[in-house]
């Protein structure tokens, strides 16, 4: 990573972030009720689980950027989303709260991104697990998050139809 994004590219990702949302409401209204906490393997979310996921990804993801575009030298800690997903009881926690964090981090995040100025793309601070990490590089893993987990929810189900 730790490359820098031309103009058009972020311009496409950012686009990409601040839709995203809509497309997991659209991916979460396709699934089953009975389908809803079915996990496809013991140790994997179930799809109720990965929009809770999301949501503490989501609050973390805020919380990093503004950190690394406001503090010298930010330290970025990386969390361990199976830990998070037990002690923060995913299984039991309310749906819908979960997809309106999503909703709300990234409608309020979208716009800040867009008035950033070209360099402040380049600051940057030190991930716990990966090292150095910029404001590009959050932009390049947060464009593909909700992506990635709307294509595990669509995966998650077609296998729920096939079990």
């Not at 991104?113 to 893993?141: F, N, Q, V």
Request: aromatic share 8%; net charge negative; charged share 30%.
């Amino acid at each position: 990573m730790n490359e820098r994004l031309a103009r058009e590219e972020r311009d496409r990702r950012l686009e990409q972030y601040a839709s995203a949302p809509g497309r997991l409401r659209e991916a979460l209204a396709g699934v089953p009720s009975e389908a809803m906490k079915w996990r496809p393997e013991p140790g994997e979310f179930s799809v109720h689980e990965i929009i809770c996921h999301c949501a503490d990804s989501e609050t973390n993801a805020y919380s990093r950027i503004r950190y690394l575009l406001t503090e010298e030298k930010p330290v970025i800690v990386g969390y361990d989303p199976d830990t998070w997903a037990r002690e923060f009881d995913y299984v039991g926690h309310p749906l819908d709260a979960a997809l309106v964090t999503v909703e709300a981090v990234r409608a309020n995040t979208a716009p800040v991104l867009r008035r950033l100025p070209d360099e402040a793309w380049a600051k940057e601070g030190t991930h716990t697990e990966s090292g150095r990490y910029t404001a590009a590089d959050w932009l390049r893993i947060y464009s593909d998050h909700l992506e990635e987990h709307i294509g595990q929810i669509k995966r998650t189900v077609d296998a729920w139809r096939l079990r």
